[in-house]
């Protein structure tokens, strides 16, 4: 007799998109993404951070300062963004599980890779002028948004236990 307790396509994308979060080296915020096929094989992931070969101890991580330039925001690439580059095949039909809604800047990427869902889990920014935009484009473009209502809210991973 098979399995009862496994977790659903939904859980176990968010999950891996969550778990890439883990990787981030922001202080503030870590936000994971992870591209899936119409087949649900996953095609590229994601997290924030600074680009390739840009030291995370050159650059600033701060959330506020009097310049621009010495604030995290002109020199992060977000997860949205580094999974659609990371992707290993055509993203047309695909969807991007992402814990955090995308920002409008995410949101031209994600409309122009093919992606035609977006499934996430905090809508926090829902207030502010980038995540309006974001949903204006998405509307436009026919891309489906879709909040996640997770039933296993804990999904423990246990290293010893394959030991």
Known sequence: ???KEYISWDEYF???AMLSAKRSKDPNTQVGACIVSPENKIVGIGYNGFP????DDD???ERNSGEI???KY???VHAEANAILNSTKDLHGSRIYVDLFPCNEC???IIQSGIKEVIYISDKYKETDPVKASRKMFKLSGVKERQLIIKNKI???NFDSVL
Request: proline share 8%; hydrophobic share 45%.
């Open 1 to 3: 007799m098979k399995r």
């Open 14 to 16: 968010m999950g891996i």
């Open 52 to 55: 390739t070969g840009c030291s």
């Open 59 to 61: 650059l600033p991580w």
């Open 69 to 71: 330039n010495l604030t």
């Open 74 to 76: 002109p020199y992060v």
């Open 107 to 109: 949101a031209k990427l």
């Open 155 to 157: 999904i423990n991973l």
